[in-house]
């Protein structure tokens, strides 16, 4: 399975590809989308960079799905409203590719990548660096929306094997065979 990560933000949002065989994850691309070099006040701009950017890497990459990042309630009523403007362009435009996409805190990322839900970038960073055996750190941007696929690997995994779970104790039956 393929999984692209989005860290939503307005200036500069991550992103990550990777795949997954079973419990090995594998590295395929990292980077960000920058809208720094449109004039701050052109918010439709703006969205439309991030829009067009996180389409042309679900078109390049191919993913089987998407996890993103849910946005925190900042101090600045204003930022917050912005940074749920870059989050909604980025999630529509992965929505706008039939992808599925699933929501994840930041606490949630950081306590699946780095163990600790508090855990600062620069644990992430080397976190996300040794799960993936990258040959240095990745930007923090691109560090996270790593993080964020590397959280849905882990957590989809567990989610699907409790769901079959259920439904193996709903029928009766125990990995596939009968009682």
Not at 60 to 89: H, W
Not at 102 to 131: C, D, I, N, W
Request: glycine share 10%.
């Amino acid at each position: 399975m393929r999984i692209l990560g989005i860290d939503p933000a307005l200036q500069t949002a991550g992103f990550g590809v990777i795949d997954v065989d079973g419990h090995v994850l594998t590295y395929v691309a990292s980077g960000t989308i920058t809208t720094t070099h449109l004039e701050t006040k052109n918010l439709p701009a703006r969205l439309k960079v991030l829009y067009d950017g996180i389409r042309e890497i679900a078109e390049r990459y191919k993913p089987d799905c998407a996890s993103v990042e849910i946005v925190f309630v900042n101090v600045n009523p204003q930022a917050t409203l912005m940074l749920g403007q870059a989050r909604g362009a980025c999630v529509t435009a992965l929505v706008s590719c039939d992808l599925p996409v699933t929501e994840y805190t930041a606490l949630q990322m950081k306590k699946a990548v780095a163990g600790y839900g508090k855990a600062g970038k620069p644990e992430v960073q080397q976190m996300v660096m040794r799960l993936l055996k990258l040959p240095g750190l990745p930007g923090k941007d691109a560090a996270d929306a790593l993080g964020l696929a590397i959280t849905h690997a882990h957590v989809g995994a567990a989610t699907q094997w409790l769901a079959l779970a259920a439904g193996n104790a709903s029928t009766g039956y125990r990995d596939g065979r009968s009682r």
